[in-house]
């Protein structure tokens, strides 16, 4: 079965950096854009970035955009996300998901997702 699995969360100071990757298994992941989304407390959903399953094409929040970077090593099965520059209000759950597509028309559609891993920005 689909299988995804976040790790890399933690606190972190304004300013500073998080790497996040997920691990995926029970699905061919090369075949397939992934995407990482978050949600806030008391906010919903929230869609982050995108990747196409080559990595051949990327998306990315405005809120996010110039400070994070998706990333895919299909020889590893994980998906990434470098987080640079964090802000308080990026302290969210983050989650990352598998879109039913390879080079989807628009960003935002999953089938499967994880668990997520806990991303706390504060001084």
């Known amino acids: 079965q689909v299988q995804l699995v976040e790790s890399g969360g933690g606190l972190a100071q304004p300013g500073g950096s998080l790497r996040l990757s997920c691990a995926a298994s029970?699905?061919?992941?090369?075949?397939?854009?992934m995407s990482w989304s978050r949600q806030a407390p008391g906010k919903g959903l929230e869609w982050v970035s995108g990747i196409y399953s080559d990595g051949s094409d990327t998306g990315y929040a405005d809120s996010v955009k110039g400070r994070f970077t998706i990333s895919r090593d299909n020889a590893k099965n994980t998906l990434y996300l470098q987080m640079n520059s964090l802000k308080p209000e990026d302290t969210a759950l983050y989650y990352c998901?598998?879109?039913?597509?390879?080079?989807?028309?628009?960003?935002?559609?999953?089938?499967?997702w994880g668990q997520g891993t806990q991303v706390t920005v504060s001084s």
């Open positions: 029970g699905f061919t992941f090369s075949s397939y854009a």
């Open positions: 998901s598998k879109d039913p597509k390879a080079y989807p028309d628009a960003w935002g559609e999953y089938d499967y």
